[in-house]
Structures are given as C-alpha cells and as structure tokens.
C-alpha cells in the first residue's frame, strides 16, 4: 500500500514481509479482578521505530507499558523482546527503561549527579560515567546546567534531565508514560520535535503512551489506536487520519463530519448514496459495499469547501446555513446546519488578509467536495 501523505523518513519495516518485529504482544490478557484491561491482543513493533500507544483514559495503553516494563505480568499471553519471552524476567534486568510523566528526579542531585545514577547502580567506571553524562548533556543541551538542582529548573528542563537520564543507560527500548504532559502547550510542541532528533539519533526503539492525538501525529512512526483494552487499528499518522477503518478511530483521531446512508446506485468508479431525508452525494473508495448496504461517508473538515453561491462544477453540493463561525487566526471554522438538519463542519486555511468571499451567521451557505475527498466506512 502506497503511503498517505508525507514521509518523515524511509522507515517502513512494517511493510516488509521478511522483517522480524523486535517487541511482540502475542494474544495478552491482563485482568484486574473481574476487569480485562487489556483483552486479547496482538501487536508487533520494530527495532529503531517510534511507536504510540494512543487512546482515552482507561483503554489499557499504560497497563500495556507497564507490562512490558515488568512492572505487571499478563494474565494469559506472551511479550517478547528481540525474540526472548519476559515472562518472570523482573524489571531491573529487563533492557528497557522507562521515563514516568512525574520525571521522579532526586531533588538533592545536581543534574549531573541525576544522570550518573543509574550508570553508578551498574558498576561503570568512573571515567566512563562522566564521558557519558556529557555526551547526555550535550544530547539534551544541558550543559550549562550540569551543577543545578531539579528545583532550579523549569519544567522543560526537568523532563530533558529524566530523558538524558532514562537513556544513558542505553537500553534496547525506551518506554515514555505520558512525557510531555506536564509541560504547558508551546514548549510541549517544541519538546516533541527534540524527543524525535533524539531517538534518531540514538538509533532506539521508543514506545510511547499518551493520550494527545497531536502528539501521537506528531512524533510517531506508527499509531495504535486503543479502546477498552483493544487495539482497533495500527497504522501510519497519515493512514490513521486519511483512512480510518471504523467510525470510532475516524470520531478519535481529529476532527470529522458523517454521512450516513444506503448505497443506492453503484458505477464504475463511484457510488451514490441517499440519506434519510432523500439527500445524495457521489463518493469513491466504496468498492466493497453491496446495493442497500448501509455505509458512512467519512470526511475531513479541511476537505469541504464553503461558499455563498453553489460551485459550478461540484459533485457534491448541499445547501444550508451558517450557524458558528470561529476564526482562529491561521483558519476559519465554520458550522453549517444543512437544510436536512445535518451539522456539517468546515474548515478554510487564511492564505491572504482579505476574505475573497465573507460569511457570517444565519448566511445562506453551500458546502462542496468532492468524492474521493473522503473514506467510507461500514463498521
């Protein structure tokens, strides 16, 4: 399969058939009492990949981690690492390490002293600490404040001293709880971009939880998307957010708008579906949708045009009116309530100063896209 959108890197493992994952969930179930965490799940990962476990409170993505850190063991299944089972293999002898969201610095270090820890815990010799350390400072640029304590760092600070320090031990695979989430939203943007460099340039395997679609988007390779302890589909950023597979992952990830209906004619390329209230659009991408099925045409607020007068040219067009409008400065949100009472959300990306066709609420609006600009979805 031809990849969706841009491609941060040649890195693709997934689509080799002769390439051996290097972690390995095999039909895990963990259960806490009578509640399944996690329920039957498989899932593969690759050396040098950065891989998200990406879902909503609850869904089983940190009991995941923790499994795998050792710090709880499957209730039935197996986790492999680089071909070996962990089952019984305790935390401390495991080669991974993992970084928590409270970062857990020792308050009485100094920086340095934070980072050489772990390495002192193992025995290294001391000169072979301090070249670390300032190879770890350098890495997280810090080195500046080697000789500072947590308490006289920002926040910012404090999450690249826990990184520098869950890395330089140098472990096959670097487990992430939530890291960012202590940080405010510009520097937490900014902070993204470095754990990326970081783990290319280490040549890690880092698995990531976090329940920030953007900053799953953001940094990983590859997305699982969780849901009451399942996985309900692995793939690319840019295949999660252009080609869902269910209604839940299309309503997860970003924003979207639905339209429900029955197949009711199909051609060569396209396919016309009617809604309830007798409505029609023409979509692609429904090759496996039978007559009368019932189908949901997926599509992205971005990918829906908004206009006062009605395309000339449109596929698909359906009029309504303007009920919210939001500029947010780099776009314009717009809300539109359909004359079948359908709420559809649009978005226009603000490439000039000056509006070329100005809408405001209770205007009489159309809204046009075409069809192939959407998924459609039969579960």
Not at 64 to 91: K, N, V
Not at 284 to 298: K, R, S
Request: aromatic content about 8%; charged content about 25%; glycine content about 6%.
């Amino acid at each position: 399969m031809k990849s969706l959108g841009s491609i941060r890197r040649d890195f693709a493992p997934w689509n080799d058939p002769n390439a051996k994952p290097y972690i390995q969930f095999d039909k895990v179930i963990k259960k806490f009492g009578d509640f399944t965490a996690v329920n039957n799940l498989s899932l593969t990962i690759f050396e040098r990949e950065f891989f998200a476990l990406l879902g909503a409170s609850g869904c089983g993505k940190s009991t995941l981690l923790r499994m795998l850190a050792g710090f709880e063991e499957p209730t039935a299944g197996r986790i492999l690492l680089d071909g070996q089972d962990l089952r019984g293999i305790p935390p401390y002898k495991r080669p991974v390490n993992m970084m928590f969201q409270s970062y857990a610095l020792f308050p009485h270090m100094t920086v340095e002293k934070n980072i050489a820890f772990g390495l002192k815990q193992e025995g290294m010799p001391a000169p072979d600490i301090e070249k670390r350390v300032a190879e770890m400072l350098r890495l997280v640029k810090l080195e500046q404040f080697a000789k500072r304590k947590p308490h006289q760092l920002s926040g910012g600070q404090r999450q690249r001293v826990a990184l520098a320090r869950s890395v330089a031990k140098r472990p096959k695979v670097l487990l992430l709880d939530e890291p960012l989430g202590a940080l405010d939203k510009k520097l937490r943007e900014e902070t993204q971009f470095e754990l990326m460099d970081l783990q290319q340039e280490l040549g890690l395997t880092f698995v990531v939880v976090t329940h920030d679609q953007e900053e799953a988007m953001t940094m990983a390779d590859r997305i699982a998307i969780m849901d009451k302890g399942e996985v309900m589909q692995v793939a690319t950023p840019a295949e999660i957010y252009e080609a869902p597979t269910s209604r839940f992952v299309a309503h997860f990830v970003g924003n979207v708008n639905m339209f429900e209906g029955k197949v009711a004619e199909r051609a060569a390329n396209t396919t016309r579906i009617t809604g309830a209230t007798g409505a029609q659009i023409v979509v692609e991408n429904a090759a496996e949708t039978a007559n009368g099925a019932d189908i949901v045409f997926a599509i992205r607020p971005e990918k829906i045009k908004v206009s006062s007068k009605k395309p000339a040219d449109a596929v698909n067009a359906l009029e309504g009116e303007v009920y919210d409008v939001a500029y947010l400065g780099d776009m314009t949100v717009y809300h539109i309530k359909l004359d079948d009472g359908q709420m559809v959300r649009a978005s226009a990306l603000n490439a000039s100063r000056v509006t070329e066709d100005p809408l405001t609420w209770n205007d009489r609006a159309w809204v046009s896209f075409r069809p192939d600009a959407g998924v459609v979805l039969t579960r």
